[in-house]
Protein backbone atom coordinates (compact mmCIF):
# COMPACT_ATOMS: atom_id res chain seq x y z
CA UNK A 1 0.00 0.00 0.00
CA UNK A 2 2.71 2.40 0.88
CA UNK A 3 3.50 2.60 -2.73
CA UNK A 4 0.59 3.78 -3.95
CA UNK A 5 1.22 8.70 -4.91
CA UNK A 6 -1.69 8.78 -2.58
CA UNK A 7 -0.09 6.99 0.47
CA UNK A 8 2.69 8.43 -0.35
CA UNK A 9 1.82 11.86 0.09
CA UNK A 10 0.19 11.41 2.73
CA UNK A 11 3.03 10.17 4.75
CA UNK A 12 5.19 13.03 3.03
CA UNK A 13 3.21 15.57 4.53
CA UNK A 14 2.84 13.86 7.64
CA UNK A 15 6.60 13.45 8.51
CA UNK A 16 6.65 17.27 7.75
CA UNK A 17 4.72 18.14 10.52
CA UNK A 18 6.08 14.57 12.54
CA UNK A 19 8.97 13.87 11.36
CA UNK A 20 8.82 10.36 13.28
CA UNK A 21 5.57 9.23 11.77
CA UNK A 22 5.90 5.96 9.92
CA UNK A 23 3.31 3.91 8.21
CA UNK A 24 2.85 0.67 10.79
CA UNK A 25 0.56 -2.34 10.21
CA UNK A 26 -1.70 -0.34 12.72
CA UNK A 27 -2.44 2.28 10.79
CA UNK A 28 -1.43 1.65 7.15
CA UNK A 29 -5.54 0.78 7.01
CA UNK A 30 -6.55 4.17 8.23
CA UNK A 31 -4.38 5.98 6.19
CA UNK A 32 -5.56 3.85 3.31
CA UNK A 33 -9.31 4.65 3.65
CA UNK A 34 -8.64 8.16 4.40
CA UNK A 35 -6.70 8.69 0.67
CA UNK A 36 -9.69 6.44 -0.67
CA UNK A 37 -12.86 8.63 1.81
CA UNK A 38 -10.93 11.99 -0.36
CA UNK A 39 -10.86 10.49 -3.97
CA UNK A 40 -7.67 10.60 -4.18
CA UNK A 41 -7.26 14.56 -4.34
CA UNK A 42 -3.85 16.09 -3.45
CA UNK A 43 -4.90 19.08 -1.61
CA UNK A 44 -7.37 16.99 0.39
CA UNK A 45 -5.07 14.65 1.53
CA UNK A 46 -2.28 17.23 1.71
CA UNK A 47 -4.90 18.82 4.65
CA UNK A 48 -5.81 16.06 6.08
CA UNK A 49 -2.09 14.77 6.44
CA UNK A 50 -1.14 17.99 8.73
CA UNK A 51 -3.81 16.87 10.87
CA UNK A 52 -1.55 13.87 12.67
CA UNK A 53 0.44 16.46 14.53
CA UNK A 54 -2.74 16.37 16.62
CA UNK A 55 -4.38 13.32 15.75
CA UNK A 56 -3.49 9.49 14.58
CA UNK A 57 -4.52 8.17 11.61
CA UNK A 58 -8.16 6.58 12.80
CA UNK A 59 -9.19 9.70 14.73
CA UNK A 60 -8.67 11.14 11.33
CA UNK A 61 -10.71 8.90 9.79
CA UNK A 62 -13.51 9.08 12.04
CA UNK A 63 -13.65 13.07 11.57
CA UNK A 64 -13.70 12.77 7.94
CA UNK A 65 -17.80 12.59 8.15
CA UNK A 66 -17.58 16.21 8.08
CA UNK A 67 -14.55 16.59 5.78
CA UNK A 68 -14.99 20.12 4.97
CA UNK A 69 -14.34 21.45 8.50
CA UNK A 70 -11.58 19.01 9.18
CA UNK A 71 -9.68 19.86 6.25
CA UNK A 72 -8.68 23.45 6.85
CA UNK A 73 -4.96 24.58 6.90
CA UNK A 74 -2.13 24.51 4.87
CA UNK A 75 0.72 26.86 3.71
CA UNK A 76 -0.19 30.36 4.63
CA UNK A 77 1.84 31.95 1.73
CA UNK A 78 -0.89 29.97 -0.18
CA UNK A 79 -4.48 31.78 -1.78
CA UNK A 80 -7.21 31.34 0.33
CA UNK A 81 -8.86 28.96 -1.82
CA UNK A 82 -5.69 26.67 -1.34
CA UNK A 83 -5.40 26.57 1.95
CA UNK A 84 -8.66 24.89 2.62
CA UNK A 85 -11.33 22.44 0.83
CA UNK A 86 -14.22 24.60 1.60
CA UNK A 87 -12.21 27.43 0.05
CA UNK A 88 -10.94 25.82 -3.07
CA UNK A 89 -14.70 24.11 -3.53
CA UNK A 90 -16.83 27.62 -2.59
CA UNK A 91 -14.29 29.94 -5.16
CA UNK A 92 -15.22 27.02 -8.13
CA UNK A 93 -18.79 27.33 -7.07
CA UNK A 94 -18.47 31.68 -7.56
CA UNK A 95 -16.75 31.31 -10.56
CA UNK A 96 -20.12 29.17 -11.95
CA UNK A 97 -23.25 30.68 -13.94
CA UNK A 98 -26.89 30.88 -11.97
CA UNK A 99 -27.73 27.98 -14.52
CA UNK A 100 -24.90 26.02 -13.43
CA UNK A 101 -25.11 26.46 -9.63
CA UNK A 102 -28.49 25.39 -10.22
CA UNK A 103 -27.68 22.27 -11.68
CA UNK A 104 -25.23 21.62 -9.22
CA UNK A 105 -26.76 21.81 -6.20
CA UNK A 106 -29.44 19.54 -7.50
CA UNK A 107 -26.79 16.84 -8.73
CA UNK A 108 -25.70 16.60 -4.92
CA UNK A 109 -28.98 14.43 -4.03
CA UNK A 110 -27.71 11.54 -5.61
CA UNK A 111 -24.94 9.28 -3.85
CA UNK A 112 -22.08 7.18 -5.60
CA UNK A 113 -23.17 8.90 -8.80
CA UNK A 114 -25.69 9.17 -11.91
CA UNK A 115 -26.55 8.72 -15.18
CA UNK A 116 -27.29 12.00 -17.41
CA UNK A 117 -30.97 10.16 -17.77
CA UNK A 118 -31.73 10.88 -13.97
CA UNK A 119 -30.21 14.34 -14.08
CA UNK A 120 -32.44 15.41 -16.84
CA UNK A 121 -35.16 13.75 -15.11
CA UNK A 122 -34.60 15.66 -11.68
CA UNK A 123 -34.74 19.33 -13.61
CA UNK A 124 -37.99 18.10 -16.05
CA UNK A 125 -39.90 16.86 -13.24
CA UNK A 126 -39.32 19.96 -11.23
CA UNK A 127 -40.39 22.55 -13.93
CA UNK A 128 -43.16 20.03 -14.44
CA UNK A 129 -44.33 20.14 -11.06
CA UNK A 130 -43.68 23.84 -10.69
CA UNK A 131 -45.69 24.63 -13.79
CA UNK A 132 -48.59 22.62 -12.24
CA UNK A 133 -48.38 24.73 -9.05
CA UNK A 134 -47.86 27.93 -11.11
CA UNK A 135 -51.34 26.63 -13.09
CA UNK A 136 -53.53 26.01 -9.60
CA UNK A 137 -52.71 29.20 -8.53
CA UNK A 138 -53.38 30.66 -11.51
CA UNK A 139 -56.70 29.35 -11.04
CA UNK A 140 -57.73 30.64 -8.34
CA UNK A 141 -55.80 30.41 -5.51
CA UNK A 142 -56.18 33.14 -2.57
CA UNK A 143 -53.36 35.27 -1.87
CA UNK A 144 -54.15 33.79 2.00
CA UNK A 145 -54.05 30.05 0.68
CA UNK A 146 -50.55 30.77 -1.17
CA UNK A 147 -49.09 32.08 2.03
CA UNK A 148 -50.10 29.18 4.38
CA UNK A 149 -48.25 26.95 1.73
CA UNK A 150 -45.54 29.01 1.76
CA UNK A 151 -44.88 29.43 5.14
CA UNK A 152 -46.03 25.44 5.62
CA UNK A 153 -43.86 24.05 3.18
CA UNK A 154 -41.36 26.51 1.80
CA UNK A 155 -39.35 23.65 0.03
CA UNK A 156 -41.86 22.84 -1.85
CA UNK A 157 -41.81 25.97 -3.88
CA UNK A 158 -39.17 26.81 -6.31
CA UNK A 159 -39.26 30.60 -7.90
CA UNK A 160 -39.97 30.16 -11.55
CA UNK A 161 -36.78 32.55 -12.85
CA UNK A 162 -35.00 29.29 -10.88
CA UNK A 163 -36.14 26.80 -13.31
CA UNK A 164 -36.07 28.33 -16.63
CA UNK A 165 -32.64 27.48 -17.36
CA UNK A 166 -31.27 28.21 -20.91
CA UNK A 167 -28.79 25.89 -21.60
CA UNK A 168 -29.74 21.69 -21.81
CA UNK A 169 -28.73 19.94 -18.69
CA UNK A 170 -25.72 17.90 -21.27
CA UNK A 171 -24.59 21.60 -21.86
CA UNK A 172 -24.32 22.25 -18.21
CA UNK A 173 -23.10 18.76 -17.23
CA UNK A 174 -20.27 19.49 -19.74
CA UNK A 175 -19.56 22.81 -17.70
CA UNK A 176 -19.33 21.35 -14.46
CA UNK A 177 -17.07 18.47 -15.91
CA UNK A 178 -14.88 21.31 -17.35
CA UNK A 179 -14.81 22.67 -13.58
CA UNK A 180 -13.80 19.70 -12.42
CA UNK A 181 -17.02 19.95 -9.85
CA UNK A 182 -18.41 16.34 -11.68
CA UNK A 183 -15.69 13.13 -12.48
CA UNK A 184 -17.04 11.26 -15.75
CA UNK A 185 -16.51 7.67 -15.64
CA UNK A 186 -17.87 5.00 -18.98
CA UNK A 187 -20.23 2.44 -18.53
CA UNK A 188 -19.67 -0.74 -20.24
CA UNK A 189 -22.97 0.41 -22.14
CA UNK A 190 -21.36 3.24 -23.81
CA UNK A 191 -22.74 5.81 -21.71
CA UNK A 192 -21.45 7.83 -19.33
CA UNK A 193 -21.88 8.00 -15.19
CA UNK A 194 -20.80 10.69 -13.63
CA UNK A 195 -20.52 11.61 -9.73
CA UNK A 196 -19.39 14.16 -7.47
CA UNK A 197 -16.29 13.89 -5.44
CA UNK A 198 -17.56 13.22 -1.61
CA UNK A 199 -15.73 16.92 -0.14
CA UNK A 200 -17.71 17.88 -3.34
CA UNK A 201 -20.62 16.79 -2.84
CA UNK A 202 -20.73 18.44 0.77
CA UNK A 203 -20.19 21.49 -0.50
CA UNK A 204 -23.13 20.74 -2.66
CA UNK A 205 -25.52 19.52 -0.57
CA UNK A 206 -25.45 22.42 1.85
CA UNK A 207 -25.63 24.95 -0.87
CA UNK A 208 -29.02 22.85 -1.68
CA UNK A 209 -30.38 23.03 1.95
CA UNK A 210 -29.63 26.81 2.59
CA UNK A 211 -31.34 26.84 -0.53
CA UNK A 212 -34.76 25.59 0.98
CA UNK A 213 -34.90 23.36 -2.46
CA UNK A 214 -33.74 19.71 -0.87
CA UNK A 215 -37.40 18.74 0.22
CA UNK A 216 -38.49 18.56 -3.39
CA UNK A 217 -35.37 17.94 -5.59
CA UNK A 218 -34.77 15.29 -2.92
CA UNK A 219 -38.80 14.03 -3.07
CA UNK A 220 -38.00 13.81 -7.38
CA UNK A 221 -34.95 11.41 -6.60
CA UNK A 222 -36.84 9.20 -4.82
CA UNK A 223 -39.58 9.09 -7.93
CA UNK A 224 -36.99 8.87 -10.41
CA UNK A 225 -35.41 5.87 -8.32
CA UNK A 226 -39.18 4.52 -6.96
CA UNK A 227 -39.78 4.13 -10.89
CA UNK A 228 -36.19 2.44 -11.66
CA UNK A 229 -36.96 -0.02 -9.33
CA UNK A 230 -40.20 -0.90 -9.97
CA UNK A 231 -39.62 -1.40 -13.71
CA UNK A 232 -36.71 -3.79 -12.91
CA UNK A 233 -38.67 -6.32 -10.23
CA UNK A 234 -40.31 -8.16 -13.05
CA UNK A 235 -37.49 -8.10 -15.55
CA UNK A 236 -35.06 -9.75 -12.80
CA UNK A 237 -36.15 -13.47 -12.98
CA UNK A 238 -36.17 -12.98 -17.21
CA UNK A 239 -33.10 -13.44 -19.50
CA UNK A 240 -32.22 -9.89 -18.79
CA UNK A 241 -32.12 -10.54 -15.16
CA UNK A 242 -28.44 -10.45 -14.23
CA UNK A 243 -28.19 -6.89 -16.11
CA UNK A 244 -31.07 -5.29 -14.02
CA UNK A 245 -29.67 -6.74 -11.10
CA UNK A 246 -26.10 -4.82 -12.00
CA UNK A 247 -28.27 -1.72 -12.56
CA UNK A 248 -29.90 -1.94 -8.98
CA UNK A 249 -26.32 -2.89 -7.27
CA UNK A 250 -24.14 0.23 -8.95
CA UNK A 251 -27.54 2.80 -8.25
CA UNK A 252 -27.72 1.08 -4.39
CA UNK A 253 -26.34 4.02 -2.81
CA UNK A 254 -29.08 6.07 -4.61
CA UNK A 255 -31.29 3.67 -3.39
CA UNK A 256 -30.42 3.73 -0.09
CA UNK A 257 -30.45 7.34 0.23
CA UNK A 258 -34.61 7.03 -1.56
CA UNK A 259 -35.86 4.54 1.21
CA UNK A 260 -33.90 6.73 3.95
CA UNK A 261 -35.70 9.89 2.87
CA UNK A 262 -38.74 8.56 2.24
CA UNK A 263 -39.18 6.69 5.46
CA UNK A 264 -39.23 9.91 6.76
CA UNK A 265 -41.69 11.93 4.38
CA UNK A 266 -43.50 9.28 2.57
CA UNK A 267 -44.58 6.10 3.75
CA UNK A 268 -45.91 4.21 0.23
CA UNK A 269 -43.09 5.55 -1.70
CA UNK A 270 -40.74 3.44 0.95
CA UNK A 271 -43.25 0.73 1.03
CA UNK A 272 -43.06 0.36 -2.86
CA UNK A 273 -39.37 0.54 -3.03
CA UNK A 274 -38.77 -1.74 -0.75
CA UNK A 275 -41.52 -3.87 -1.94
CA UNK A 276 -39.80 -4.08 -5.37
CA UNK A 277 -36.08 -4.72 -4.05
CA UNK A 278 -36.99 -8.11 -2.20
CA UNK A 279 -35.65 -10.33 -5.01
CA UNK A 280 -32.60 -7.84 -5.18
CA UNK A 281 -31.77 -8.17 -1.74
CA UNK A 282 -32.28 -12.09 -1.35
CA UNK A 283 -30.13 -12.44 -4.81
CA UNK A 284 -27.39 -10.20 -3.44
CA UNK A 285 -27.25 -11.58 0.39
CA UNK A 286 -28.38 -8.50 1.42
CA UNK A 287 -30.46 -10.17 4.04
CA UNK A 288 -30.53 -8.27 7.42
CA UNK A 289 -30.32 -4.74 5.50
CA UNK A 290 -33.46 -6.10 3.15
CA UNK A 291 -35.09 -7.33 6.64
CA UNK A 292 -34.71 -3.74 8.20
CA UNK A 293 -35.79 -1.78 5.51
CA UNK A 294 -38.84 -3.56 5.14
CA UNK A 295 -39.24 -3.86 8.96
CA UNK A 296 -39.16 0.07 9.11
CA UNK A 297 -41.26 0.74 5.80
CA UNK A 298 -44.05 -1.64 7.66
CA UNK A 299 -43.99 0.40 10.61
CA UNK A 300 -44.70 3.20 8.48
CA UNK A 301 -47.40 1.64 6.87
CA UNK A 302 -49.00 0.35 10.12
CA UNK A 303 -52.19 1.57 9.84
CA UNK A 304 -52.82 0.87 6.01
CA UNK A 305 -53.69 -2.02 4.34
CA UNK A 306 -52.03 -1.95 0.15
CA UNK A 307 -50.67 -4.15 -2.39
CA UNK A 308 -46.86 -2.34 -1.25
CA UNK A 309 -47.54 -3.35 2.14
CA UNK A 310 -48.83 -6.95 1.18
CA UNK A 311 -45.60 -7.51 -0.79
CA UNK A 312 -43.44 -6.13 1.80
CA UNK A 313 -44.76 -8.58 4.62
CA UNK A 314 -44.08 -11.62 1.41
CA UNK A 315 -40.52 -9.71 1.92
CA UNK A 316 -40.23 -10.46 5.54
CA UNK A 317 -41.39 -14.08 5.70
CA UNK A 318 -39.06 -14.44 2.83
CA UNK A 319 -36.01 -13.08 4.79
CA UNK A 320 -36.79 -14.43 8.06
CA UNK A 321 -37.44 -18.14 6.26
CA UNK A 322 -34.07 -17.39 4.60
CA UNK A 323 -32.51 -16.64 8.45
CA UNK A 324 -33.93 -20.05 9.58
CA UNK A 325 -36.80 -17.88 12.08
CA UNK A 326 -40.00 -20.27 11.07
CA UNK A 327 -41.92 -19.17 13.84
CA UNK A 328 -41.58 -15.37 13.00
CA UNK A 329 -41.78 -16.25 9.39
CA UNK A 330 -45.25 -17.84 9.24
CA UNK A 331 -46.90 -15.61 11.79
CA UNK A 332 -45.87 -13.16 8.97
CA UNK A 333 -47.50 -15.26 5.96
CA UNK A 334 -50.66 -15.38 8.20
CA UNK A 335 -50.62 -11.80 8.69
CA UNK A 336 -50.22 -11.43 4.65
CA UNK A 337 -53.03 -14.07 4.43
CA UNK A 338 -54.97 -11.94 6.19
CA UNK A 339 -54.39 -8.19 4.96
CA UNK A 340 -54.64 -9.68 0.82
CA UNK A 341 -57.89 -10.97 1.92
CA UNK A 342 -59.05 -8.08 2.93
CA UNK A 343 -57.61 -6.44 -0.53
CA UNK A 344 -59.11 -9.65 -2.75
CA UNK A 345 -55.96 -9.98 -4.01
CA UNK A 346 -55.69 -13.58 -5.38
CA UNK A 347 -52.04 -12.89 -6.69
CA UNK A 348 -50.72 -12.50 -3.15
CA UNK A 349 -53.34 -14.34 -1.51
CA UNK A 350 -51.35 -17.12 -3.26
CA UNK A 351 -47.97 -15.85 -2.81
CA UNK A 352 -48.53 -15.88 1.01
CA UNK A 353 -50.13 -20.25 0.96
CA UNK A 354 -46.84 -20.68 -1.00
CA UNK A 355 -44.73 -19.21 2.16
CA UNK A 356 -46.76 -21.08 4.62
CA UNK A 357 -46.44 -24.48 2.31
CA UNK A 358 -42.87 -23.77 1.89
CA UNK A 359 -42.56 -23.46 6.20
CA UNK A 360 -44.15 -26.71 6.88
CA UNK A 361 -42.42 -28.77 4.05
CA UNK A 362 -39.31 -27.24 6.34
CA UNK A 363 -41.03 -28.29 9.51
CA UNK A 364 -42.01 -31.43 7.82
CA UNK A 365 -45.38 -31.31 7.87
CA UNK A 366 -46.53 -32.54 4.92
CA UNK A 367 -50.20 -32.58 5.19
CA UNK A 368 -50.40 -28.85 6.11
CA UNK A 369 -48.30 -28.10 3.10
CA UNK A 370 -50.48 -29.93 0.64
CA UNK A 371 -53.45 -28.31 2.16
Known amino acids: LNEYPAIALFCKRAQAVKPNFVLTSENISSVAEICRRLDGLPLAIELAA ?3 KLLSPNAILERLENSLNLLTGGAKDLPSRQRTMRGAVEWSYDLLSEDEKFLFRRLAVFAGGFTV ?13 KGEEEKRQSEGRSVADENFLISSSPDLLISSSSLRISLSVLDLLDSLIENNLLVLKDQTDGNAR ?7 REFALECLEKSGEAGSVRRV ?5 LELVEKAEPLL ?7 WLEKLETEY ?9 SLKNDSEIVARIAAALRFFWLNRSYLSEGLSWSKAALAATETSVSKARSELLLSNGVFLRSQGDLEASQKIYEKTLEESRQLNDLSQIIKANHGLAAIAVLQKDFSSAQT
Open 117 to 129: EAAEFVIEEEKRR
Open 253 to 261: DNLRSALAW
Open 194 to 200: LRMLEVV
Open 221 to 225: HSDFF
Open 237 to 243: HGESGNE
Open 50 to 52: VRV
